[in-house]
């Protein structure tokens, strides 16, 4: 693990990920418990982020289901649904979400040699715009960062 990164808080190493993905891939509203670095190799992605805050907004699953970590707000359109008939379902269904939450989301556009940053417990939303590759180095750290 580079110093540097020790500096900023890295304790301990997680894992290294490569993502490969083809344009139009959705990796949906969820949170990840660790700290990641994600840099942008090939291609483009697009990144809505929201602070850890703002997490009970999003009405995560429970721990012990097979979606543990994902929201149950799902804010990518389906292709069987006007995107006004989607958002209406959403708004009814989770109101925090919408009051709280919504309008809060930074966005990040990567393309190659770009990175971004996100702490543990971020919910986050990424689309791959066109083919893409991207190396994540996810960590742990014990100490506010």
């Given at each position: 693990?580079?110093?540097?990164?020790?500096r900023?808080?890295?304790?301990?190493?997680?894992c290294?990920?490569?993502?490969?993905?083809?344009?139009g891939?959705?990796s949906p509203l969820?949170?990840?418990g660790t700290?990641?670095f994600?840099?942008q190799v090939?291609?483009r992605?697009r990144?809505l982020?929201w602070?850890?805050?703002?997490i009970?907004?999003f009405s995560?699953y429970?721990?012990?289901?097979?979606?543990?970590?994902r929201?149950r707000?799902?804010i990518?359109?389906?292709?069987?649904?006007?995107?006004?008939?989607?958002?209406?379902?959403?708004?009814r269904q989770?109101?925090?979400?919408f009051a709280?939450a919504a309008d809060?989301?930074?966005?990040a556009?990567l393309?190659?040699g770009d990175a971004v940053?996100?702490?543990?417990?971020?919910?986050?939303h990424?689309?791959?715009l066109?083919?893409?590759f991207s190396?994540?180095?996810?960590?742990?750290?014990?100490?506010a960062a």
């Amino acid at each position: 693990m580079p110093e540097s990164w020790r500096r900023l808080g890295a304790e301990a190493a997680g894992c290294t990920d490569f993502w490969v993905s083809t344009g139009g891939t959705v990796s949906p509203l969820h949170y990840d418990g660790t700290h990641t670095f994600l840099a942008q190799v090939k291609g483009r992605k697009r990144m809505l982020l929201w602070p850890a805050e703002a997490i009970g907004a999003f009405s995560p699953y429970p721990l012990g289901h097979p979606l543990y970590r994902r929201s149950r707000v799902d804010i990518q359109v389906p292709e069987w649904a006007t995107e006004e008939e989607h958002l209406a379902e959403q708004r009814r269904q989770f109101p925090a979400f919408f009051a709280q939450a919504a309008d809060e989301a930074e966005e990040a556009l990567l393309g190659p040699g770009d990175a971004v940053f996100f702490p543990a417990f971020w919910f986050h939303h990424t689309e791959s715009l066109d083919l893409s590759f991207s190396v994540g180095f996810r960590y742990f750290s014990v100490r506010a960062a």
